[in-house]
C-alpha cells in the first residue's frame, strides 16, 4: 500500500485501499494500523492537515488490527 506523509502531530502518514476499503495510519509513536471498511470521504479528509482531530474519532469506530512491524 503506499503511505502519504501527511501534517499532523499525531500521524506520520496514511495509505488506502479502494478495493478493500482499509485504511492504514502510521502514527508518529511508531505504530502502524488497519483500519477496515473505511470510506474513501475519511481517507480524503485524513490527507488535510491535523486529520486526526477532524476524524480521529469516527476512524477508531471501525475494526482495527496493528500491523506488525
Do not use: C
Not at 3 to 9: G, R
Not at 51 to 62: D, E, N, S, T
Amino acid at each position: 500500500m503506499n503511505m502519504t506523509p501527511v501534517t499532523s502531530d499525531n500521524v506520520r502518514a496514511v495509505g488506502y485501499d479502494h478495493g478493500t476499503q482499509v485504511l492504514r495510519v502510521t502514527f508518529r509513536s511508531g505504530g502502524t494500523y488497519d483500519y477496515y471498511n473505511v470510506p474513501v470521504h475519511l481517507f480524503e479528509v485524513m490527507l488535510l492537515p491535523h486529520p486526526w482531530r477532524r476524524v480521529g474519532r469516527q476512524i477508531k469506530a471501525h475494526r482495527y488490527s496493528r500491523v506488525a512491524a
